[in-house]
């Protein structure tokens, strides 16, 4: 089997696969669509206006799925996922209750909800298609262009004046001891009497007289 005949079949099975849906879906509509109807002729709703019920169930619950498939990686997306499961679960709970009620009129509690569900399906609704075209314009804007990234000048570093390498410090030699000189030891002469010079009478330079004897008076004893 060749590239093209596998081709063909996955095209045959595709289109298949979308007839088959339109087709349970058409169909499931239109049970759903009658049963809901007479749902709500059971909950005390004209019947001239039952018709609409259905419409507003399952209305909300397409707009739900397509909220789901359109926002996929949005994050309103979770509110459609939670609107699509209550739809749901409020369509499938209104089938088992019209077979329960087997042609008889709903008690006052179940009454009250079905004439809920219109308002509250109004809610989300709206709340819903502004979700819708808030995603749409948010996609649509166009994304602003980047800022030039501006690089900072570079400043050029002045060059620093080498500093000449400092000389070497030589380690300056320890200072020699100078000998000191030991005086030499003073030899002390020999003390030796001086010579004593003989003292001369000195002669005087007068004549030398002659002394007289001194006459003494007699009696004067």
């Known amino acids: 089997m060749g590239a093209a005949d596998r081709s063909a079949g996955m095209r045959l099975a595709r289109w298949s696969a979308v007839v088959i849906i339109i087709a349970v879906g058409a169909a499931a509509f239109r049970l759903s669509f009658a049963t809901l109807k007479d749902l709500a002729v059971l ?5 001239s206006d039952a018709w609409l019920f259905p419409l507003i169930v399952d209305g909300t ?26 739809g749901s679960v409020v369509s499938v709970a209104g089938n088992s209750l019209h077979a329960v009620a087997a042609g008889r009129e709903l008690p006052w509690w179940a009454s009250a909800l079905v ?8 809610l989300a609704d709206t709340h819903g298609l502004a ?17 030039p990234v501006v690089e900072p000048a570079v400043e050029q570093a002045t060059p620093k004046p080498e500093r000449e390498p400092e000389p070497a410090s030589v380690p300056e030699p320890e200072p020699v001891p100078v000998p000191v000189p030991v005086p030499e030891p ?5 003390l030796r009497p001086a010579p004593v010079a ?10 030398q007289q002659t002394m007289l004897p001194i006459a003494v008076p ?4």
């Open 115 to 122: 004439a809920a569900i219109a308002p509250i399906s109004l």
């Open 43 to 47: 909950a005390h709703i004209p019947a």
């Open 218 to 221: 007699v009696g004067g004893l």
């Open 198 to 207: 003989s003292v001369r009478p000195v002669r005087s330079s007068r004549p």
């Open 131 to 147: 979700l819708l075209i808030r995603a749409a314009q948010r996609d649509s804007a166009p994304e602003p262009a980047p800022a």
């Open 186 to 190: 003073v030899r002390v002469a020999e």
């Open 61 to 86: 619950i397409l707009l739900a799925t397509f909220g789901v498939l359109v926002l996929a990686h949005a994050p309103e997306r979770r509110f459609f996922v939670t609107v699509l499961v209550v």
